[in-house]
């Protein structure tokens, strides 16, 4: 859609009739325009805001300062860039992606935003984007649509079109210029996953030309947007043959199509209808007009956003901006800053907690009680660090410099002036009422402990030190560089300021926190319990293994119960489901069948065998283990069955969890089985997902499972409340 003059100053009318007047006028503040010469610098700073976001207002005042520089025609070379210290643009605003959702915004209205950056393409200058920071999404499009791109080199630039995470695909021309930029299948590579690229891999890929030191990154733009002033000299798409090798060879685009599309078939199991509709769109417009491929992409757009499983990702995403402002208390209260930290128990968790602190820029100490054991954890966290280096995303001398930042120990030598320490050792209350006590008298008195238990009570183990408000709880899962989640559990006796100390140091290394009331298993655990006990359940009665994770992995899980079985380690889901059953009676009670395999010494992954076979990467069903067990031939058991027998159970738990008040509200039970578990993304969370099916249906089923299989499945008091009065979970 082509944007003139005239035509602009009508549209200007109609979105200021959608729009309060005091959103334009903050428009004009954030995007002003300096000339230096012969040069344009169109600065970004978002008014009063930490992050520029292309709001529609935004856009308009993009629109307008890009016709006034197309009128001055003493302007000949243009250089956009951000004045805020670590984000070049956020991206769009999400607030009305909302809009769009609820049918409020067509794609003809889309159309009308894309003509902005249409306008800045065709301009009959040189452009430049300048980018330091975080640039996502339409920030991204926005750099897309200039001629040229430079970077810095610094950490903090980070390039992505992340759109598909949000269930939809980049609306501002993103589907079509990029792939012109670098190739189909670095785009699609790209826009599929919604990777971010630092500045050097971008350049690497060809979405930036050049890259500058953050210091002298204007002063280098400027000097680079003068030579464009001389030479007058626009973008051609210049990539490589050896880049579009497949995609030049007859059939090869195809191909490179077909390939896309399995591997997101591979990995979503078609549950997310964005990837599939970006593979659409890009095939059906790459090499044509790109104008026509606007049209697409905006139509496209605006049927993805209406989707429930577009509103279940921008509900997670919103989930997520929530945490980053939380406290993780109530009050004025600030946690403590950390500077030197310590763990102690040295092992695949501690190596672990080891490596992100020190990551992080945390001096970390390292306990265990020899040094054999001191070593595996430095090999646990060098093992962590050296996919990085493989990968080319650290260099040789920034592993050495990290790894410096752990020190071994076998003593409590330097532990005097910590300002945490947390514990990672076996799950025992004897051996970590032990460990506290001796920390007791050894650690400064400011000094916050901290305990990476997965069920034990956080009262109890405080009980071992003389002031047990600076006990709490910080549950990290595994594997911990992968694992976004950690509880933050608060004791009886748990001060607000240790909380609030863990909760923003959690958010610091780069977690997603949840605080938790001292409960046994705390949240994910005690969902989980049952789930994983019913899975066994489901086994004994003659489901397949295969086919129970199979129908959960459609159903939207990351891996099946059985598999997570594995995964975790039969004796660990053993341990933890005996804690879980002598604190909640027979509806936790676990199958027999656990201990017995584990006590077989098939502990899962760890050790080749649990449940399934493991070799080479790959797992097997083992038949001896199935007839030894006494499973026979499946029974007729349905998939919708399987589903509603695993995901009701978690439901019924969790509404006992919110009503003995364990959370703060309904938001933190979905962030932990989200980032905990890595249920359904696409269902909004486990709570958003029994609200789309309705408490009363649950309810129901439920009782017709608990006549047919027992009391564990009887419905708690609170959920057939919520049926009762036909409310839902989440009362928005």
């Not at 009680?369 to 920034?398: C, H, Q, T």
């Not at 990672?424 to 402990?449: G, H, P, Q, Y």
């Not at 099946?560 to 027979?586: M, N």
Request: charged content about 30%; some cysteine; glycine content about 8%.
């Amino acid at each position: 859609m082509e944007m003139t003059k005239e035509s602009f100053k009508k549209e200007m009318a109609v979105f200021k009739a959608e729009f309060k007047e005091d959103l334009f006028s903050v428009a004009e503040k954030s995007l002003t325009l300096e000339k230096r010469g012969n040069i344009g610098i169109l600065n970004f700073d978002q008014y009063q805001e930490k992050a520029n976001k292309l709001s529609t207002p935004n856009m308009l005042r993009l629109m307008e300062l890009f016709m006034t520089i197309d009128e001055d025609k003493t302007i000949e070379a243009l250089v956009i860039i951000s004045r805020k210290p670590t984000i070049f643009i956020a991206g769009a605003d999400i607030s009305e992606i909302q809009r769009m959702a609820r049918g409020e915004v067509t794609s003809e209205t889309l159309m009308k935003l894309q003509a902005v950056f249409t306008y800045l393409e065709n301009l009959s200058i040189p452009t430049l984007a300048a980018i330091h920071g975080a640039c996502m999404g339409g920030g991204t499009e926005l750099a897309l649509a200039c001629d040229y791109r430079i970077a810095s080199d610094a950490p903090e630039t980070k390039i992505a079109l992340p759109e598909v995470l949000l269930g939809v695909l980049p609306g501002w021309g993103g589907t079509q210029r990029m792939p012109r930029l670098v190739g189909l299948e670095k785009s699609l590579d790209l826009i599929l996953t919604g990777k971010s690229l630092d500045g050097k891999r971008a350049k690497k890929v060809g979405l930036v030309d050049k890259i500058a030191p953050v210091e002298s990154l204007e002063q280098k733009a400027v000097a680079w947007a003068q030579e464009l002033a001389k030479s007058k000299k626009k973008r051609t798409y210049e990539t490589h043959f050896k880049d579009r090798l497949l995609e030049n060879v007859p059939g090869g685009k195809w191909v490179i199509f077909d390939q896309a599309k399995k591997q997101v078939m591979n990995q979503s199991k078609g549950n997310y209808p964005a990837p599939l509709k970006i593979i659409e769109v890009i095939k059906k417009t790459y090499g044509g007009d790109i104008n026509n491929g606007l049209k697409v992409e905006a139509k496209a757009f605006t049927e993805l956003v209406t989707t429930p499983e577009s509103k279940a990702l921008i509900g997670i995403f919103y989930l997520q901006e929530k945490v980053k402002k939380d406290k993780g208390i109530e009050g004025k209260i600030a946690g403590k800053e950390i500077k030197r930290a310590a763990v102690i128990g040295a092992g695949v968790m501690g190596g672990g907690i080891a490596q992100l602190f020190s990551a992080k820029g945390t001096r970390v100490r390292m306990k265990d009680i020899s040094w054999d054991a001191v070593a595996k954890g430095y090999k646990a966290a060098y093992k962590i660090f050296r996919k990085l280096l493989d990968k080319k995303r650290m260099k040789p001398n920034e592993l050495a410099n990290i790894m410096e930042r752990i020190e071994g120990t076998v003593d409590y030598s330097g532990f005097k002036d910590l300002d945490l320490v947390v514990e990672a050792v076996v799950e025992s209350l004897e051996v970590k009422k032990k460990i506290f006590s001796e920390l007791d008298s050894i650690v400064s008195s400011n000094t916050v402990l901290a305990t990476n238990t997965s069920s034990l009570s956080i009262t109890e183990i405080s009980k071992a030190v003389k002031d047990p408000k600076r006990v709490v709880g910080m549950h990290f899962f595994n594997p911990v560089d992968k694992m976004p989640l950690v509880e933050v559990i608060r004791g009886q006796e748990t001060s607000d300021e240790a909380v609030a100390t863990v909760f923003q140091y959690a958010k610091k290394v780069g977690k997603t926190p949840i605080v938790v009331k001292d409960a046994p298993g705390f949240v994910v655990n005690r969902i989980l319990g049952p789930y994983l006990n019913e899975a066994v359940y489901l086994l004994l009665e003659g489901v397949s293994p295969t086919r129970m994770d199979q129908v959960m992995e459609k159903f939207g899980m990351p891996m099946g119960p059985i598999a997570l079985l594995d995964e975790v380690g039969l004796d660990v889901a053993a341990k933890v489901s005996h804690v879980l059953h002598q604190a909640f009676g027979e509806r936790m009670k676990p199958p027999t069948a656990i201990d017995r395999v584990a006590q077989e010494g098939r502990l899962g992954k760890k050790s080749g065998k649990g449940i399934y076979l493991h070799s080479d990467g790959k797992r097997s069903e083992d038949s001896e283990l199935l007839s030894k067990l006494g499973i026979k031939s499946s029974k007729e058991i349905s998939d919708d069955e399987i589903v509603k027998r695993l995901t009701y159970v978690m439901v019924n738990e969790a509404a006992r969890i919110l009503d003995e008040g364990l959370v703060r509200e309904v938001a933190d039970i979905d962030v932990g089985m989200i980032f905990g578990t890595g249920f359904a993304p696409f269902r909004g969370g486990l709570l958003r997902y029994a609200d789309a099916v309705g408490p009363d249906s649950i309810v129901s089923d439920l009782d017709v499972l608990a006549r047919d299989h027992g009391t564990r499945f009887e419905p708690c008091q609170f959920l057939q409340q919520l049926s009762v009065e036909n409310r839902k979970f989440y009362q928005n």
